[in-house]
């Protein structure tokens, strides 16, 4: 019977051939491939097997030598490293096959273990998602289309594994990748890459993208790429499903999928992703509140100023928010604020408030943040209407009558709004997040407080959580 049967041997290991590889392998008349691979398969051949081994980039000869060992009536086994139809052998028989108008010579493939799953299988679990794989080996494709395709694997947020890393003469390419990856995606993407999966001079290594050396790289080494909720936890290297965090079809639950939908996808939108949490957690919030991604150049920050107010609500010193109007106040969640042990306050419409309005000749939320500092000068300030309420906030800073934990300024409007901002910038003590310009509003004010809240979910961008 003519017969060839193209075998994936898996990445080298015996214990990761399949039984079905070995089988084919033990009744062959004939075993075809590069001599570098028949030292996994001598232990299994039968007595008087042929065996036609070839150095490297020997491929067609290969295939060319199996046809003609097919045609005297022998079953042929061609063996190729990993899976053979990735990146080997199966499509050039089947192009010869086609060629050579042999349909009488029957041809099987037979699977194996490619090096990206080994590879994948030894760092964890990093292609739990949508994935692709990519040569930069550019012998056969022009550079300019394997540039097309990282660029293209990089903007899909696919998890991406990289064959032919490098070589002698392929030294700049991996560079290059990793270039055009840190163009959209965060410097603290994981990054595995393992050389001689399954053999015995097995290396595995863990990093990120920005840490990522190409110089500890050969041609022997498979790396590859995490999409952007891919992490690193306990030494695994872990892209989710989604899976874990499925929950059940309550109204609840299925408003955090939606959030979370909507953060990866502003993730995947934003000029500048790779910021620093305590920025980014912030700016995900805005720009969820009010779909306006010009948040990333005009919310401003002191250095860690999102850190540095959550720091408080973490050891217990910061217990009450003040708001400038009650719109802000109910925005803020309620669960959170009960799983945190913090009261919110706001006097717009207390009594006193408008009597010291009257009395004093100023406008209500002058008098609302008076009356705010008499009984909780240590509080987190939140200002979503009025820049009234931030002056006098600077006013009684500076009289020494207030001392804010964190200030968040983002009034709304055309009248003084942009200078009471420029004014509550200026007190560099205090941690503030600024809406800078005339943008800004009640919602996106208690975002921002709802991102400080929440500032221990940001490690795995896990937003919606309400307790």
């Given at each position: 019977?003519?017969?060839?049967?193209?075998?994936?041997?898996?990445?080298?290991?015996?214990?990761?051939?399949?039984?079905?590889?070995?089988?084919?392998?033990?009744?062959?008349?004939?075993?075809?491939?590069?001599?570098?691979?028949?030292?996994?398969?001598?232990?299994?051949?039968?007595?008087?097997?042929?065996?036609?081994?070839t150095g490297m980039k020997k491929?067609?000869?290969?295939?060319?030598?199996?046809?003609?060992?097919?045609?005297?009536?022998?079953?042929?086994?061609?063996?190729?490293?990993?899976?053979?139809?990735?990146?080997?052998?199966?499509?050039?028989?089947?192009?010869?096959?086609?060629?050579?108008?042999?349909?009488?010579?029957?041809?099987?493939?037979?699977?194996?273990?490619?090096?990206?799953?080994?590879?994948?299988?030894?760092?964890?679990?990093?292609?739990?998602?949508?994935?692709?794989?990519?040569?930069?080996?550019?012998?056969?494709?022009?550079?300019?289309?394997?540039?097309?395709?990282?660029?293209?694997?990089?903007?899909?947020?696919?998890?991406?594994?990289?064959?032919?890393?490098?070589?002698?003469?392929?030294?700049?390419?991996?560079?290059?990748?990793?270039?055009?990856?840190?163009?959209?995606?965060?410097?603290?993407?994981?990054?595995?890459?393992?050389?001689?999966?399954?053999?015995?001079?097995?290396?595995?290594?863990?990093?990120?993208?920005?840490?990522?050396?190409?110089?500890?790289?050969?041609?022997?080494?498979?790396?590859?790429?995490?999409?952007?909720?891919?992490?690193?936890?306990?030494?695994?290297?872990?892209?989710?499903?989604?899976?874990?965090?499925?929950?059940?079809?309550?109204?609840?639950?299925?408003?955090?999928?939606?959030?979370?939908?909507?953060?990866?996808?502003?993730?995947?939108?934003?000029?500048?992703?790779?910021?620093?949490?305590?920025?980014?957690?912030?700016?995900?919030?805005?720009?969820?509140?009010?779909?306006?991604?010009?948040?990333?150049?005009?919310?401003?920050?002191?250095?860690?100023?999102?850190?540095?107010?959550?720091?408080?609500?973490k050891d217990g010193t910061l217990?009450?928010?003040?708001?400038?109007?009650?719109?802000?106040?109910?925005?803020?969640?309620?669960?959170?604020?009960?799983?945190?042990?913090?009261?919110?306050?706001?006097?717009?419409?207390?009594?006193?408030?408008?009597?010291?309005?009257?009395?004093?000749?100023?406008?209500?939320?002058?008098?609302?943040?008076?009356?705010?500092?008499?009984?909780?000068?240590?509080?987190?300030?939140?200002?979503?209407?009025?820049?009234?309420?931030?002056?006098?906030?600077?006013?009684?800073?500076?009289?020494?009558?207030?001392?804010?934990?964190?200030?968040?300024?983002?009034?709304?409007?055309?009248?003084?709004?942009?200078?009471?901002?420029?004014?509550?910038?200026?007190?560099?003590?205090?941690?503030?997040?600024?809406?800078?310009?005339?943008?800004?509003?009640?919602?996106?004010?208690?975002?921002?407080?709802?991102?400080?809240?929440?500032?221990?979910?940001?490690?795995?961008?896990?937003?919606?959580?309400?307790?």
């Amino acid at each position: 019977m003519k017969k060839i049967i193209i075998a994936g041997l898996g990445p080298g290991s015996p214990e990761d051939m399949t039984p079905a590889v070995l089988h084919a392998v033990s009744q062959a008349d004939a075993v075809v491939g590069y001599k570098y691979y028949f030292q996994f398969v001598e232990p299994y051949l039968k007595e008087r097997c042929e065996c036609v081994d070839t150095g490297m980039k020997k491929e067609r000869e290969r295939a060319e030598m199996a046809f003609q060992l097919a045609l005297q009536e022998k079953t042929v086994v061609v063996i190729s490293s990993g899976d053979a139809g990735i990146y080997g052998m199966a499509p050039l028989i089947y192009e010869m096959q086609q060629e050579q108008a042999a349909a009488d010579v029957e041809v099987t493939v037979l699977p194996g273990i490619s090096a990206f799953q080994k590879a994948a299988s030894l760092l964890g679990a990093p292609i739990g998602h949508d994935m692709c794989i990519i040569s930069l080996s550019d012998l056969m494709t022009p550079w300019s289309l394997i540039e097309r395709r990282i660029r293209a694997a990089a903007v899909g947020d696919f998890v991406t594994a990289v064959y032919n890393p490098k070589s002698h003469g392929r030294y700049w390419q991996l560079y290059r990748l990793q270039e055009l990856f840190l163009q959209e995606r965060s410097a603290d993407t994981p990054v595995g890459y393992v050389r001689q999966a399954g053999r015995d001079d097995q290396l595995v290594k863990l990093t990120t993208l920005g840490a990522f050396d190409p110089e500890e790289v050969d041609m022997f080494t498979v790396v590859l790429i995490g999409n952007s909720q891919s992490y690193i936890a306990d030494g695994k290297f872990i892209t989710p499903r989604g899976y874990y965090r499925q929950e059940s079809s309550s109204s609840e639950s299925v408003g955090k999928s939606i959030m979370q939908q909507s953060f990866r996808t502003i993730l995947s939108e934003m000029q500048h992703p790779d910021v620093p949490r305590w920025r980014l957690w912030p700016l995900l919030h805005a720009i969820h509140t009010t779909v306006d991604f010009s948040m990333e150049d005009c919310l401003w920050m002191d250095e860690r100023a999102t850190e540095l107010i959550y720091n408080k609500v973490k050891d217990g010193t910061l217990k009450h928010i003040v708001t400038d109007v009650t719109m802000a106040a109910s925005g803020i969640r309620k669960g959170a604020l009960d799983r945190l042990g913090i009261q919110v306050h706001c006097y717009i419409n207390d009594a006193k408030t408008k009597q010291m309005a009257e009395e004093k000749g100023i406008t209500r939320s002058q008098a609302s943040m008076q009356q705010a500092a008499e009984q909780y000068p240590d509080a987190l300030y939140v200002v979503g209407n009025a820049p009234t309420a931030l002056f006098e906030i600077c006013d009684l800073v500076h009289k020494g009558k207030l001392h804010p934990a964190g200030i968040i300024a983002a009034p709304v409007g055309f009248v003084h709004v942009c200078e009471s901002k420029h004014a509550v910038k200026t007190l560099r003590h205090i941690p503030k997040l600024i809406v800078e310009g005339r943008k800004g509003g009640s919602n996106l004010a208690a975002t921002l407080c709802n991102a400080i809240l929440t500032f221990d979910d940001a490690e795995f961008l896990s937003p919606g959580r309400d307790i």
